[in-house]
């Protein structure tokens, strides 16, 4: 159940700090301070993809582990605009292994 508030958590905090309006226009004299505003979005779940990682590492690996990849993995790829052609297919993977889980437990 923590995983699912914590995936409400951060998806929240995606939502409420998205801009309303994102241009393309690339900026030949961009400075460092909007270099690193375009990355920020997915600062957030970078250091929970490491602290997730960490603990599978430190810990003996559920079945929970490949859900919680997805799940952050997903968000990754909705924070950068490069990778939005990924966000189908690492939603379609979670959403696998999230079936694999129910199938386990029922």
């Known amino acids: 159940m923590s995983w699912f508030i914590a995936a409400f958590a951060i998806a929240s905090i995606v939502f409420i700090i998205t801009p ?3 241009t393309n226009q690339a900026d030949s004299q961009a400075s460092t301070v909007d270099k690193l505003g375009k990355h920020s979005l997915v ?3 970078v250091i ?4 997730v990682v ?3 590492a430190s810990a003996p690996v559920t079945h929970f582990a490949g859900t919680a990849i997805g799940f952050i993995l ?5 924070a950068l605009p490069n990778t ?4 189908a297919l690492l939603a379609t993977l979670t959403f ?3 079936l694999i889980e129910l199938a386990l437990y029922l």
């Open 43 to 45: 600062i957030l779940p």
């Open 54 to 56: 960490i603990a599978i």
């Open 96 to 98: 696998a292994s999230l």
């Open 74 to 78: 997903t968000s990754c790829a909705i």
């Open 20 to 22: 309303e309006k994102v």
């Open 48 to 51: 929970v993809l490491s602290w």
């Open 84 to 87: 939005h052609k990924y966000i």
